[in-house]
């Protein structure tokens, strides 16, 4: 079992930025994709940003050009850089990992792992 452990989240001012990393108890790049999700309170988990085994990334279009996501192989490491960061960004920001050498059609909350989550809170 893969354990993910986050680090970096805290409060900030709307317009401020925080780097948020996720470090892993093995080497996880070599799966299909990693990425990072996020909760706001009262609202369903929502995929942030990807990044696959070939350095492709994704970006979900409310933080597209404000986030930028990235790897150190060395360090076994995901990391997810915040810029501009606006009060509707605030959550729990979870890391997430997939099992699976092999790219799935679609990806469901089994098909990865998870870490417990990082608390993201921005104030305006």
């Known amino acids: 079992q893969v354990q993910l452990l986050e680090s970096g989240g805290g409060s900030v001012q709307a317009g401020g930025s925080l780097k948020l990393s996720c470090t892993a108890s093995?080497?996880?790049?070599?799966?299909?994709?990693t990425a990072w999700y996020r909760q706001a309170p009262g609202k369903e988990r929502e995929l942030v940003s990807t990044i696959s085994r070939d350095g492709a990334t994704t970006y979900a279009d409310s933080v597209n050009g404000r986030f930028t996501i990235s790897k150190d192989n060395a360090k076994n490491t995901l990391n997810l850089q915040m810029n501009g960061l606006k009060k509707e960004d605030t959550g729990v920001y979870y890391c997430a990992a997939a099992k699976y050498f092999a790219c799935l059609p679609s990806f469901g909350d089994d098909d990865f792992y998870w870490g417990q989550g990082t608390q993201v809170t921005v104030s305006s």
């Open positions: 093995e080497y996880i790049f070599n799966k299909c994709r």
